[in-house]
């Protein structure tokens, strides 16, 4: 059997950015937490708000090191894999990948050494400048990645010229029509990451009476945060379905599993898509509810696949299944957070131990829901790489055949497993050595402490641990 280079060359390119992206999102997030913690520190001079920044910078520079390491790759397939592609967009892609490099990569890599090395080496103040530019870099790195995925989801501001695309409106082509929705669905999936994997690891530690002033304050900061950010997304979402809806109806019509046209259209909950025979299996749905979501009318028509040619659908199980795993990992961040503010308000925040476990359990969901939203994303627009402009199967590398693209996907597989084992494994380490050594630290006679139960001392058996 032949191997098709397109068809390993899309795998690739999925397996690449779906490794990658999980470290991004969980940088930027973090980011901005240390950036907040060390503007508690300078304003209060409570020592446990450095012990949680020191602490949580040691899990920063694993994840950060690793994103950079499996993100370069990425740049290399577009000349490998992507050639016709590379030279279409390079008008566009060109200097907006550079800007990312230059405004971005700069400001990480000027301030990254002296928010890791420079604690009680530089003034508080200038310590605390270099968290804030760190974490303005990885919302400047994200900036210019989304605004280059989104002008290619919907291009805008340009002109084609021999099948060259070249750019009349920067503003246009910047601030495309799908940006902001997209930029801001992904800074809020960011903070819903860190603030679950902060929330997670500060659980398990107090399960295990671990560092448990730290690790209640830290807790409740990241609860509070989830509180807003949870509910946030779901309209976020919703923004960024109906913007979805006006530039790609193609794409939702897969999300939602809608073959036919429909008027008064069903939000379905279950079913088994088939592209053969255009119809879909074992449908569970709540009536007239999509129509309702996507055009606020009770009747409102939803377009469905089929109004697009065959050869212009994309995979709809896929884009189906990947939507509903977002979806519903969205909807239980949701209720986690709602069950957080009902256990604090009960003063057992810190306490109840099935809810502290179903956070550290929990700790995975948002890394999922990140890859299921790419997914959708993705799988969602095919065959199209620029929307309505250029088909993947124009952008590949002509001269790139199955052979070639295999033996790099095992390659990449291979490498990029051993970048995840040591990195995990490291990670590993600095969680289990944990922040025991930080015990004693008291918080200052007037400082304000978060849970309203952590007034109340801990009985002598309070998670299993002794006062």
Request: glycine share 8%.
């Amino acid at each position: 059997m032949e191997l098709d280079p397109l068809l390993l060359s899309r795998i690739q390119f999925a397996f690449v950015v779906s490794f990658h992206a999980i470290f991004p999102v969980f940088t930027i997030g973090l980011a901005a937490y240390i950036a907040y913690l060390e503007g508690r520190l300078y304003r209060t001079g409570n020592p446990i708000y450095e012990q949680i920044s020191l602490f949580w910078t040691k899990i920063f520079a694993v994840v950060f090191g690793m994103g950079v390491v499996s993100g370069l790759v990425m740049s290399f397939q577009f000349g490998t894999n992507w050639s016709n592609f590379s030279y279409a967009t390079a008008n566009f892609l060109g200097p907006v990948l550079s800007y990312e490099v230059i405004t971005a990569f700069f400001l990480e890599a000027a301030f990254l050494g002296v928010l890791l090395f420079g604690r009680g080496k530089v003034p508080q103040g200038a310590h605390l400048f270099s968290a804030l530019m760190v974490s303005l870099g990885t919302f400047l790195s994200s900036f210019w990645i989304l605004v280059a995925n989104s002008w290619m989801q919907t291009p805008a501001g340009f002109e084609m010229q021999d099948g060259v695309f070249h750019i009349t409106d920067w503003a246009a082509a910047i601030f495309n029509p799908s940006f902001v929705p997209r930029f801001f669905h992904m800074a809020l999936a960011s903070l819903l990451t860190a603030g679950f994997v902060v929330a997670g690891v500060s659980a398990w530690y107090l399960v295990r009476g671990r560092a448990r002033e730290m690790n209640r304050k830290a807790l409740s900061m990241a609860l509070w945060m989830l509180l807003f950010a949870a509910p946030a997304q779901l309209l976020m979402g919703d923004y960024h379905g109906l913007n979805t809806f006006h530039h790609q109806p193609t794409k939702v019509a897969a999300m939602e599993g809608h073959w036919e046209t429909k008027q008064g259209a069903p939000l379905l909950l279950f079913a088994i898509p088939d592209s053969e025979n255009e119809t879909n299996h074992f449908e569970v749905g709540i009536p007239h509810l999509a129509s309702l979501i996507l055009t606020h009318e009770w009747n409102g028509t939803v377009h469905g696949v089929t109004e697009a040619p065959k050869g212009e659908r994309p995979p709809v199980g896929i884009t189906f299944w990947a939507f509903r795993i977002m979806v519903g990992l969205g909807t239980l961040m949701i209720l986690f957070a709602l069950w957080g503010l009902w256990t604090r308000m009960r003063g057992k925040l810190d306490r109840d131990r099935t809810f502290l476990r179903g956070l550290s359990w929990f700790i995975p969901a948002p890394f999922i829901a990140v890859v299921a939203g790419w997914f959708t994303t993705e799988t969602g627009r095919a065959p199209w790489l620029v929307y309505g402009e250029m088909t993947q199967a124009q952008a590949v590398t002509p001269s790139l055949t199955g052979g070639m693209a295999l033996a790099t996907l095992i390659g990449y597989i291979a490498v990029y497993a051993a970048v995840f084992t040591a990195g995990v494994y490291y990670l590993t380490r600095i969680v289990r050595s944990g922040p025991d050594s930080e015990e004693h630290v008291e918080e200052p006679q007037n400082a304000k402490r978060p849970l309203s139960a952590s007034d109340t001392p801990f009985d002598n058996d309070a998670l299993g641990a002794k006062n």
